[in-house]
């Protein structure tokens, strides 16, 4: 099912109607015996993926899930929840010290396929199938999928987000560019090196690769694949990036740094870089998601989204990311379980869903979750990107985590001309398919 197929503007009064019920439901958790009596301190480590969200006074990363906090402690008493906001680009290392060292949070929110599945292998969650079991017909089947091991959920994920192209209109616009700006929103490989030539300078990049490390490889991934290539066979027994399309595309992102169109160091470069370089109006485009408006917010910049970038003679397609969400680590104290996962609940009932998808620009998991997009770029941008191809990565096979540590030293090697184009791709290919034959 295409994930994009879903969004719809304006919700049902029936839905909303659902959403009141599951709030309500969550506020009978068990308040008898020893769950109500007995002090329980839960820790959640969060991600910085949201503030000024919606319904709450958070103008901080944090700040949102303490003000949750506060008004779960009001009806549990007896419930102190501890909140620690780990920027993306050190979460994964902070949890894998954790889990090392056995001290892991209780709650982790995170993305789901990307690193938070990784520990699922190992036995490290709780299930979370009873968080969902009383409304689960409103839960999207496949953000379920992307937490599942052997049919049962293990983490739960909130909402997805498309990787598109945004484009400094600002920039264009007072460099007398403004033409250049595709009405369709689409550009080929072709157009953007033309675009990219007439705006860059000596105080302007065209475009940033990044290759420091796997944040937000799914960027270099649509890079990759915008020239046709297939990622991998549809049972992911078989990678096929390193096939002539694949190497097309490699070859086409060095010609743009060969002509001087993107930003030095894309060895050392990560993806909060190139954010920081567009929002500063230093980079005409960039590859993100729609949390880039979020960004440059309070800015000078204005972003222009358009379809992801594809090769003249073939189609655009769709890369979705961002499946952030929630996973509850292993239990010893019966009463802190159930506790911890009634926490779960009152986190992802609809409204909350609500709030933090519409925060994100992201498409919620929950069908009641819906909103009206009221951004008008990106309104206008969603009815281009809807009927687009989706690409699958695979992200829910379960070497998918150690899958995204092969594919950023190749880049590393083709941007320093170290490996050739066909050799980085080859390297590649012949990684993830030892990953996948050890399945």
């Known amino acids: 099912m295409k994930i994009w197929k879903s969004v719809v503007m304006i919700l049902s009064l029936s839905l909303v109607v659902m959403g009141c019920q599951t709030g309500s439901e969550s506020e009978k958790t068990d308040r008898d015996g020893n769950q109500a009596d007995e002090k329980i301190k839960l820790t959640l480590w969060a991600g910085t993926g949201l503030k000024n969200v919606e319904g709450e006074d958070s103008p901080n990363y944090g700040d949102w899930e303490r003000a949750k906090a506060k008004k779960f402690s009001e009806i549990h008493p007896n ?47 709780e299930p979370l199938d009873e968080v969902i079991a009383d409304q689960k017909q409103d839960w999207k089947p496949e953000y379920l999928a992307t937490g599942m091991v052997n049919d049962q959920l293990y983490a739960l994920s909130l909402y997805t987000q498309p990787s598109v192209l945004f484009i400094n209109q600002t920039l264009f616009e007072a ?178 869903v609500k709030a933090i998808s519409k925060n994100v620009l992201g498409v919620p998991a929950r069908i009641s979750s819906e909103y009206a997009i009221e951004n008008e770029d990106f309104g206008e941008l969603m009815k281009k990107i809807k009927p687009l191809e989706q690409v699958n990565l695979g992200k829910s096979v379960p070497y998918y985590a150690d899958l995204r540590q092969k594919l950023y030293p190749e880049l590393q090697a083709a941007f320093q001309k170290s490996k050739t184009p066909q050799q980085a791709l080859d390297d590649f290919v012949k990684s993830a398919n030892a990953l996948a034959l050890k399945k």
């Open 175 to 352: 460099k007398g560019l403004g033409h250049l700006i595709p009405d369709n929103r689409e550009w080929d490989w072709m157009q953007l090196k033309e675009a990219l030539k007439q705006v860059v300078d000596k105080n302007v990049y065209g475009t940033a690769f990044f290759a420091k490390n796997n944040q937000s490889d799914q960027v270099n991934a649509a890079w990759l694949l915008s020239g046709g290539a297939s990622w991998a066979n549809d049972d992911f027994t078989e990678y096929l990036l390193n096939r002539p399309e694949g190497v097309e595309a490699l070859s086409y992102m060095l010609s743009l740094m060969d002509e001087g169109l993107v930003a030095p160091g894309a060895s050392s470069m990560q993806a909060s870089d190139s954010i920081e370089l567009f929002k500063q109006g230093k980079l005409a485009v960039i590859y993100n998601v729609p949390e880039i408006y979020g960004h440059v917010a309070g800015s000078d910049v204005k972003p222009y989204g358009i379809v992801p970038i594809f090769k003249n003679g073939t189609k655009p397609r769709m890369l979705n990311t961002g499946e952030n969400g929630y996973a509850l680590f292993k239990q010893k104290d019966e009463n802190k379980r159930k506790m911890a996962l009634s926490f779960i609940k009152f986190l992802t009932e609809p409204e909350n």
């Open 79 to 125: 419930v102190t929840i501890e909140i620690v906001s780990i920027p993306w680009g050190e979460i994964e290392q902070k949890v894998n010290v954790a889990v090392a060292g056995n001290n892991p949070p209780d709650i982790l929110f995170d993305n789901v396929p990307m690193r938070i599945m990784k520990h699922a292998k190992n036995n490290q969650y």
